[in-house]
């Protein structure tokens, strides 16, 4: 959740500026959320996330 709404503020603040960085910087923090979802799961499921 503070994931999301991490990426809105960096998307808000990049139209403000009218610069592409913050998109990548948005771009960058989703993918990295979506990595950290998908372990966090692993972990929920199997108890350890690398086997």
Same mark, same amino acid.
């Given at each position: /959740? $503070?994931?999301? %709404? #991490?990426?809105? $503020?960096?998307? $808000?603040?990049?139209? #403000?500026?009218? *610069?592409? /960085? ?5 771009? @960058?923090?989703? /993918?990295?959320?979506?990595? *950290? *979802? ?6 929920? @499921?199997?108890?350890?996330?690398? %086997?």
């Amino acid at each position: /959740m $503070l994931v999301i %709404e #991490a990426i809105a $503020l960096i998307v $808000l603040i990049g139209i #403000a500026y009218g *610069t592409g /960085m913050y998109f990548e910087a948005a771009l @960058l923090l989703a /993918m990295v959320g979506f990595v *950290t *979802t998908v372990a966090f799961c692993k972990f929920r @499921l199997r108890g350890n996330v690398i %086997e």
